[in-house]
């Protein structure tokens, strides 16, 4: 309501002397019924006041009663959230190991002047002198089992040391020897295996159905040192392509990965990364370093074909086409004059002997050459998003595709019959 003033030089003067007795009475008059009025209207507004008041407060008191309605339901949510990520904890734990790398490394027979820090692993003291070794953690990752007889799925970054030894050691503190089965020449995925029978597998999800913001569950052995260390977060990302590296000059590119703000250290690497209902969906892999909660982990439909190989055959078979490339890009593309700016260009490597197109592979039984541009496989276009060695690595060995290319300066198009890369 606006503040209301007067202008009291519009106020009109009355004169007393000039009134008669009947304009004082009827002054009078007229004074007792606005009088009268006001205090049935001042009486009508109290009334209308106190009503409002109570209808406000009523409304308060069930606005009050709704927002703490909507909070118990809240704290049911909370709370339902919880017990189920509780049991999924409970359930899936006795399923995921932790994997500790050993090495025989030269004891030191002089601290001052022999190699305290075991910086020389190759059986001597720092100095050339043969000496005596002693067996040592030095590092260590996670796995889950996939069989019931063994099978434990891990990256092969953590067991990619041809000389150490592996000991998988289950959430109970047994422990069991472990042997590489078999290594993805492409993927960072490895299959390790353990004597025994009955050992409790994990389910594996669809990772192809996974949301961004959804509820997702990491264990692993944090840091080599924290077995079975759970950590919750949410689907922060699909599709991620980064390039991952051991911090030894070792360096991998992965693609269409998961990101994830569950807490992934060293250590995790290997592990599972789970639903809400207790599925995996991801194996844990990489972190962003110098960042907080950025982790991520390779799709289980990935792995669910690795882990079928290795059941039917023993071993992990994968395609190849047989030529050495480069990505075109539209810098590549202006400088080189290029006719097309996606596609890669099929190129010789840096000496004599990175052949642009190895000698009897698939692409050379094709007709493909050196300086040819690979387009399109299947009719899907290259580009540095969707790079054709993931297109390859989704296929199998003596399947036959259709590869659009440009053979000086014509396009056409050959068939190509994958087979399998040679470990």
Known sequence: ??????????????????????????????????????????????????????????????????????????????VHEDEAIISVVKESSPAVVSIIVSKDIPRTQNFFFGDPFGLFDNGTDGFGQQGETQKREVGGGSGFFATSDGMIVTNKHVVSDPSADY????????????????QDPVQDIAIVKVEGNNFPVLPLGNSEELRIGQTVIAIGNSLAEFANSVSRGIVSGLGRNIVAGSGFGQSERLTNIIQTDAAINPGNSGGPLLDIAGKVIGVNTAVAQGAENIGFALPIERVK???????????????????????????????????????????????VTDFAVLPGSPADKAGIMENDIILEVEGEKITQDNQLSDMIAGLNPGEQISVTLLHRGEKKTVNVTLEERKQ
Do not use: C, H
Request: no cysteine.
């Open 1 to 78: 309501m606006e503040d209301v003033s007067f202008n009291s030089d519009e106020q009109k003067k009355i004169k007393t002397s000039s009134l008669s007795v009947a304009v004082v009475a009827t002054i009078v008059i007229v004074s007792s019924l606005s009088g009268a009025a006001f205090g049935f209207m001042a009486s009508g507004l109290e009334r209308s006041w106190v009503n409002n008041k109570n209808v406000t407060t009523a409304n308060s008191v069930a606005s009050e009663a709704l927002t703490e309605q909507q909070k118990e339901e809240a704290r049911r949510q909370v």
């Open 167 to 182: 000991t998988v050691v289950t959430n109970s503190g047994d422990k069991y020897e472990a042997t590489i089965v078999a």
């Open 305 to 351: 074909k690795v882990i079928e190989q290795v059941k039917e055959s023993g071993r992990i078979t994968t395609p190849f086409i047989g030529v050495r490339y480069v990505i075109i890009n539209e810098e590549l593309a202006k400088q080189e004059n290029l006719p097309v700016d996606y596609g890669v260009l099929v190129a010789r490597g840096e000496t």
